[in-house]
């Protein structure tokens, strides 16, 4: 059974970081790519930063390059996205999703197959 599961969501301050997880179960870890995705209520998804897990090539969207960064750990198949410098208009759902042909389109969600249930950031003073 296919399994993702975020977490390290919460509330933080404005400038704080945060880091985010997403355990993975149910399939094979190296053959995917992970990617991270958010979305506000009464907006559609979008994409954040994705990771192929073979050969640990990444990339960001143009907002999401300088203050997040993703990574993963194979001895746990466990991906993580660090936020930085976290800003009010981060607050969003965040979800990771799991990619079988790796590649890691940020700008179409239905590429991803698998999703997990999400974790609420929410960045306010």
């Known amino acids: 059974q296919v399994q993702l599961v975020e977490s390290g969501g919460g509330l933080v301050q404005p400038g704080e970081s945060l880091r985010l997880s997403c355990a993975t179960a149910?399939?094979?870890?190296?053959?995917?790519?992970i990617g991270w995705f958010r979305q506000v209520p009464g907006k559609e998804r979008e994409g954040v930063s994705c990771?192929?897990?073979?050969?640990?090539?990444?990339k960001y969207t143009d907002s999401a390059r300088g203050r997040f960064t993703i990574s993963k750990d194979n001895t746990k198949n466990t991906v993580y996205l660090q936020i930085d410098d976290l800003k009010p208009e981060d607050t969003a759902v965040y979800y990771c999703?799991?990619?079988?042909?790796?590649?890691?389109?940020?700008?179409?969600?239905?590429?991803?197959?698998?999703w997990g249930q999400g974790a609420q950031v929410t960045v306010s003073s």
């Open positions: 990771i192929v897990i073979r050969d640990g090539s990444t």
């Open positions: 999703a799991a990619d079988r042909f790796r590649l890691c389109v940020l700008t179409d969600a239905d590429v991803f197959d698998y």
């Open positions: 149910g399939f094979t870890f190296n053959d995917y790519a």
